[in-house]
T-cell receptor
Framework: DGGITQSPKYLFRKEGQNVTLSCEQNLNHDAMYWYRQDPGQGLRLIYY???????QKGDIAEGYSVSREKKESFPLTVTSAQKNPTAFYLC????????????FGPGTRLTVL | AQSVTQLGSHVSVSEGALVLLRCNYSSSVPPYLFWYVQYPNQGLQLLLKYTSAATLVKGINGFEAEFKKSETSFHLTKPSAHMSDAAEYFCAVKHRGGGNKLTFGTGTQLKVEL
């Protein structure tokens, strides 16, 4: 089955540590996205990539980094510079086109202890 | 800039009653609009989308939405609520510029009571 996988589902980290969230898709989509979800705030865009080896900052990129070395993979690193990293993180992908929807992974819940 | 507003962060209905979730958009050009549903601790699933082909859009699970340009609205409805409809619902607008980005509303939590 085609889809998006995110791992791990739950992640705990200590303050001051960097942590990397995995996102893989086998839908052959060109574009991939990372969102952060907090209660009552909807989804906010962190980074996105429309093509391999290229990515752009979203609305809340500070304290995060990404890479896009392969079409199917778009890992997100939450760095120690992110002041409030505890949140639910969602990865999405889409085929570039005017009316195509984004498909979402199951999410990773990150808790900073 | 394009944006969406969802009125009512929490909506409660009785099982079998009409579901109405409100979404208003702001866009300088005809938008592409989407409704997604999210169950606890899961990703988002597409319910339906408006792409200008028809103003009344039918989606999965008996949901539909009507695009009203004069009211800049795209409200989500279902004639008869089921317990399994309890979830959070997000309206989103697609940017017509670069990136194929979506801007989401803040979500509406739907509660269905017996």
């Amino acid at each position: 089955d085609g889809g998006i996988t995110q791992s791990p589902k739950y992640l705990f980290r200590k303050e001051g540590q960097n942590v990397t969230l995995s996102c893989e898709q086998n839908l052959n989509h060109d574009a991939m996205y990372w969102y952060r979800q907090d209660p009552g705030q909807g989804l906010r865009l962190i980074y996105y990539s429309q093509i391999v080896n290229d990515f752009q900052k979203g609305d809340i990129a500070e304290g995060y980094s990404v890479s896009r070395e392969k079409k199917e993979s778009f890992p997100l690193t939450v760095t120690s510079a992110q002041k409030n990293p505890t949140a639910f993180y969602l990865c999405a992908s889409t085929q570039v086109g005017t009316d195509n929807e984004q498909f979402f992974g199951p999410g990773t819940r990150l808790t900073v202890l | 800039a394009q944006s969406v507003t969802q009125l009512g962060s929490h909506v409660s209905v009785s099982e079998g009653a009409l579901v109405l979730l409100r979404c208003n958009y702001s866009s300088s050009v005809p938008p592409y609009l989407f409704w997604y549903v999210q169950y606890p601790n899961q990703g988002l699933q597409l319910l339906l989308k408006y792409t200008s082909a028809a103003t009344l859009v039918k989606g999965i699970n008996g949901f539909e939405a009507e695009f009203k340009k004069s009211e800049t609205s795209f409200h989500l409805t279902k004639p008869s609520a089921h317990m399994s409809d309890a979830a959070e619902y997000f309206c989103a607008v697609k940017h017509r510029g670069g990136g194929n980005k979506l801007t989401f509303g803040t979500g509406t939590q739907l509660k269905v009571e017996l």
